[in-house]
């Protein structure tokens, strides 16, 4: 499958969040991942956020693609496929 990831953290935990989510999904903008993924590594990547965020502060949206026939990324502006550590292209 293919998901969009987008997350609205508190800035305490944006670090944690970033890096976990990095092991699972590509990091394509400030807050925001995508990428294939199977249904298993779907369910742990977000079994260790819930651990992670405040679910009364926090929130992190999932947008799922059962495939990316139908998907099509229309990007404006700087296009780059993975954003590196600094946040620089």
Known sequence: MFVIMAYDVNSKRVAKVLKTSRRYLL???NSVFEG????????A????LRK???????????????N???QD??????????IDDTGII
């Open 52 to 66: 992670i965020i405040s679910e009364d502060e926090d929130r992190i949206l999932f947008y799922v693609w059962s």
């Open 45 to 48: 990547l977000k079994n260790e």
């Open 27 to 29: 990091w394509v903008q």
């Open 73 to 82: 990324r229309i990007c404006l502006g700087v296009n780059s496929e993975v």
């Open 36 to 43: 294939e993924i199977t249904p298993g590594r779907l369910n």
């Open 68 to 70: 990316k026939h139908y």
